[in-house]
């Protein structure tokens, strides 16, 4: 397989299978409605995640979910800080109850799964961070790896 | 996919299995079967030990849609064509190796050839995703293919091909890397010309794209979200 070029949109590395040499993931942002990138950005530029503190036996992994706002070729620009109220519930049932930390990427807020009765912690992307496929990666992949850690199966 | 077929994905599939396909129809759904063959492909190329079996089993998959025996055993909710692909052929894999198993193979089975897709066939790159996040990652590779290779055909058809050529990378915007004023001369255009060329290019390929996206969806309202949801599995 040949080495793998850089994208020079967005900085993912491009697969040896993208369609044209093209980077796939920029290729779909291009497809996405330019309206539909504005109401994106207007209503939901952050999208919540859980990483489950602690799951009943039997159930699934937590599913991982991003959002993707950007598309277009100008990228989502929010102030790098959330705002979300205490109270507020994200996702339909993940309702915030305090931060509890922050970085390069997000906020972390200790959470409660009121459909699931569970504490959990979500973490929030920032907005402009999710114009960048491999950030976007990045959250996922550190998602799924927290995730497997505080499975209560697990070590 | 031809761009001429006035249904959608769904629609050839519902009518296939209500024995109402027209020629033109059975036709369209040959071609849909063709256009999704790699993706199928690659998730059973996953979940069996070599290739050649992959193969035989990817191909009896679309001979029993395309035969309509399985379409009328399922009943398709409405919703993403790609979701139900995929249910399908999980359904068709646990009914052969559940036969398989009662009769040690060997049934006879005569195999539709599907050459032209065989021509057309990637190897799963070697990675650690599960079947259904590999079959969803193709899923969306050949989507973008079959969207890109559609555009081409296009500008061919309109005496453009240097044109397609050398804007194609203008698909993604303007960058550092690569600027419309480094492409006007060798184009004999101005900057100007060039940028709208781009911005055109853009236009068609963004419609294509969502076009080709809704006819595998319930409706119109939902390609945005598919399109998101591709986004995330390229990213896996």
């Known amino acids: 397989m040949r080495a793998s070029a850089t994208c020079p949109k967005c900085g993912a590395v491009v697969p040896a299978d993208a369609p044209a040499g093209l980077c796939p993931q920029c290729l779909l942002a291009a497809g996405l409605a330019e309206s539909s990138s504005q109401a994106g950005l207007a209503e939901s530029s952050f999208k919540a995640k859980a990483a489950p503190g602690e799951q009943p036996p039997g159930s699934e992994k937590e599913p991982v979910t991003t959002d993707w706002p950007a598309g277009a070729e100008e990228p989502p620009r929010r102030p790098a800080d959330i705002s979300e109220p205490p109270g507020s519930v994200i996702a339909g049932r993940y309702q915030l109850l305090e931060p509890i930390g922050h970085g390069g990427m997000g906020v972390v807020w200790r959470a409660r799964d009121v459909r699931l009765n569970r504490d959990v912690a979500v973490k929030f992307i920032q907005a402009d961070r999710l114009a960048n496929p491999a950030a976007v990666h990045r959250f996922t992949s550190e998602a799924q790896v927290t995730a497997q850690l505080q499975h209560p199966g697990g070590a | ?236």
């Open chain 2, 1 to 236: 996919m031809p761009w001429s077929t006035p249904t959608t994905h769904w629609g050839l599939v519902l009518a296939a299995a209500e024995r109402r396909s027209s020629p033109q129809a059975q036709q369209a759904l040959e071609v849909l079967c063709q256009t999704y063959w790699q993706p199928l492909y690659a998730y059973i190329r996953r979940r069996v030990a070599d290739s050649v079996e992959a193969q035989d089993l990817t191909q009896a998959f679309f001979t029993e849609i395309l035969d309509k025996k399985y379409l009328r055993s399922v009943t398709p909710q409405r919703g993403r064509f790609r979701a139900f692909l995929l249910t399908a052929c999980q359904h068709f894999l646990s009914k052969h190796w559940a036969r398989a198993r009662a009769q040690k193979r060997g049934g006879g089975r005569q195999l539709l050839s599907l050459d032209c897709a065989a021509d057309k066939r990637r190897e799963p790159l070697a990675s650690d995703r599960t079947p259904e996040q590999e079959y969803e990652r193709q899923w969306a590779l050949t989507l973008l293919a079959t969207v890109l290779g559609h555009l081409e055909r296009e500008y061919i058809q309109e005496g453009k091909r240097e044109l397609f050529a050398t804007l194609k990378p203008f698909l993604l915007g303007e960058h550092a890397g690569l600027t419309y004023a480094a492409v006007a001369r060798p184009l004999g255009m101005t900057e100007a010309a060039v940028k709208m060329a781009a911005s055109r290019l853009r236009r068609r390929y963004r419609n294509l794209l969502r076009s080709q996206i809704a006819q595998t969806v319930a409706g119109p309202e939902a390609v945005d979200d598919e399109l998101r949801h591709l986004f995330t599995s390229l990213g896996r």
